[in-house]
């Protein structure tokens, strides 16, 4: 059985984004993000980038990025990158419009 995790950030910017929190579990873990949380972007990014404590299994992991109080965009899904399966990434294909943007994540991982 796996064990989901999930997590919720609110963002600050003009085009930007964040993640961090509380976490729910023994093993995997947020370590680090990009943007962090809280800052203030002078562009739109590219991508969200979540660097986990192990490898979540991506068939049970999900990232999406909110405007403030509204519907979450259409992006394509995270994928984990092929050198480091620890890190998670959201490629953002739409520039941002300037506001506060909130970055939520669930990850599963194997039970043990």
Known sequence: ????IRDRAVVVATAVLATAGIYVCAHLSLKESYPKKGETMSASPETVTLWFTEAPQMAG??????????????LKPAAAKEDDPSVVVLEVSERLANGDYEVMWRAMISGG
């Open 1 to 4: 059985m796996g064990r989901w």
């Open 61 to 74: 992991t999900s990232v999406r990025l909110l405007p403030k109080g509204d519907e979450p965009l259409d």
